[in-house]
């Protein structure tokens, strides 16, 4: 039996079996996780579109984009690689004294110390000087007088202590710059070119965004009035879209040997696995140690599930072969930090309504028991955790992108860590919609520029 004939027989299998509810008997009434309905509606979801996908607009672009070619890029914004380290090390010696240590007295330039904090981010494991640097520069930038600055530096600085440049989504941050550019007294051509530009492959973006999100959105609600019971509902969607993306997959990058299917389904087995195992936590009152909650959390967190997906979606299809997808294997380390980080941001944004509701506890109540402190000292050290862990992905990251045939996946990957310190920066951006994510996704997928 070839591949589509498979997925097809285990489909009818799927989705003729309809469970009849009276046969489980008296069914237990979940407790609720008291989440709010979702704020987003499917007909709105559906409804979005963008005039600025036509050709109108794309010939526009195209136009603009020669015009800039000899201009400075836009949104020239402070970023290091991790091999330039070095070089940074020569850098920070013009902050240094005589005895090696940073002084106060050699920063006369407020930019240079937010340079020197943002290149801090790139440190890698016994970066020591670069451990100094953002010490040094954090404390410099909290202490400033922000009246005394200009207003574009102050709200630079008051960005970039919310949070580094190194750990933001770039595209979640394009507005951001555009407006920062935009407000700088500087009257050019050259400016009103950028800008323009700026704005336009914005909305562009924007508007393939709206196409993809309308598609992902999709439900059909009649299959839904047939379904028996809940589980029904969410294990059919997983099958369904699990084998509608491993389907599309192989057909269009006509794979013999190469089956995602199996790829995806062990990624989710692994993950409903893990689910499980804090399910049992919690319905026997067990607190693991903090070591142990992480080895189980890297798994339950979705870092898996995500980076599996995008290893098959982003690779170039001529490159993929078994001993490509057997590279989660090899290099997983850098697949459990970033999953590390997705748990450890979470449980900061989360764990006051998680203890709230009863849920199995967080790797903050976890530290609390396991060694006796308060919730302020644990959250401290689990902050503390996440910087150490993005030291160990700079240097994975660094020596995997090596390789040009994986740039495109570690670019993924990484941006998974970036994506959940921005949905949990200002506390539990999942389950809360209507504040800081509401405005964010606004922002960047529903309001477009307007230009003449």
């Known amino acids: 039996m070839d591949y589509s004939n498979q997925l097809q027989a285990e489909q009818q299998i799927v989705l003729g079996y309809q469970p009849n509810s009276e046969a489980f008997g008296v069914i237990q009434q979940r407790r609720s996780a008291n989440y709010k309905p979702n704020i987003w509606k499917y007909d709105f979801l559906q409804s979005l579109s963008s005039k600025y996908d036509g050709k109108e607009y794309r010939r526009r672009a195209e136009n603009l984009r020669q015009s800039v070619k000899a201009i400075r890029a836009l949104l020239n914004c402070f970023t290091l690689q991790a091999h330039e380290a070095a070089w940074l090390r020569d850098v920070f010696n013009g902050y240094l004294d005589e005895k090696g240590t940073f002084s106060k007295t ?7 110390v937010l340079e020197l904090f943002q290149a801090s981010y790139l440190a890698l494991e016994g970066e020591n000087i670069l451990n100094e640097a953002k010490k040094f520069s954090t404390e410099t930038l909290r202490n400033l007088n922000y009246s005394t600055l200009g207003s574009n530096l102050a709200k630079e600085v008051v960005h970039a202590l919310e ?16 407006t920062m550019y935009e407000s700088e007294n500087i ?25 993809d999100l309308s598609q992902v959105s999709r439900w059909d ?24 993306i491993a389907y599309d997959i192989q057909e269009h990058n006509g794979w013999i040997n190469v089956q995602p299917l199996l790829h995806l389904r062990k990624a989710w087995a692994g993950f ?43 690779e170039p299809h001529d490159q993929i072969s078994e001993e490509m997808l057997n590279f989660l294997g090899q290099n997983e380390d850098l697949v459990y930090n970033v999953s590390i980080i997705i748990r450890l941001c979470n449980d900061l944004g989360t764990s006051v309504a998680e203890e709230e509701r009863g849920d199995a506890p967080s790797s903050i109540l976890c530290y609390m028991r396991e060694v006796n402190v308060s919730e302020e000292q644990a959250q401290e050290h689990i902050k503390d955790l996440i910087t150490n862990t993005w030291k160990k992905i700079n240097g994975q990251s660094f020596n995997i992108s090596q390789s040009p045939s994986l740039q495109s996946f570690v670019k993924v990957t990484t941006n998974i860590a970036r994506m959940v310190h921005c949905l949990y920066q200002f506390g539990d951006g999942f389950g809360i919609q209507d504040k800081e994510t509401r405005r964010h996704i606004l922002s960047l997928l ?7």
């Open 187 to 211: 009257k050019n051509i050259d400016k009103n070119i950028l800008l323009e530009q700026a704005k336009l492959n914005f909305n562009a973006v924007q508007a393939t965004l709206q196409k």
């Open 163 to 178: 949070l580094s440049t190194h750990w933001r989504v770039q595209w979640f941050d394009v507005k951001w710059h555009i």
């Open 272 to 314: 409903c696995k893990a689910l499980l195992v804090e399910a049992k936590w919690y319905n026997e009152g067990y607190t693991p140690s903090l070591e142990e909650y992480l080895s189980n959390a890297l798994i339950s967190s979705g870092g898996i599930v995500i980076s599996v997906h995008s290893l098959l979606s982003v």
């Open 446 to 452: 529903i309001e477009p520029y307007k230009l003449d």
């Open 221 to 244: 609600f009649s299959e839904i009035q047939q379904l028996p019971e809940c589980m029904k509902i969410c294990f059919r969607a997983l099958y369904e879209i699990t084998n509608e």
């Open 106 to 112: 050699k920063c006369r330039e407020i930019k240079g």
